[in-house]
């Protein structure tokens, strides 16, 4: 589910401007970025193993520990 944030940069993605397009990927490739990196320090918190996190992102569990290294702070 997006929220208004996410509404308008899915709007803007689509704008007649390729530079305006440029920016608003970006953005949602950080909004994307952020929401990705919480799912799975939520999902480590929940005792969720690196292979489990792995699958559901389909990469290798060595690409997803790498990338999130064993952090397990609590939200």
Same mark, same amino acid.
């Given at each position: 589910?997006? =929220?208004?944030?996410?509404?308008t940069l899915l709007g803007d993605a689509g704008s007649r401007d390729p530079i305006d397009t440029l920016r608003a990927i970006k953005a949602q490739r950080r909004e994307l =970025?952020? &929401?990705? &990196?919480?799912?799975?320090r939520r999902a480590r918190n929940a005792n969720t193993s690196w292979q489990l996190i792995a699958l559901a992102l389909e990469v290798s569990r060595q690409a997803v520990h790498k990338k999130y290294g064993g952090s397990r702070r609590k939200d």
């Open positions: 589910m997006l =929220d208004d944030t996410g509404r =970025d952020r &929401a990705e &990196a919480l799912a799975v």
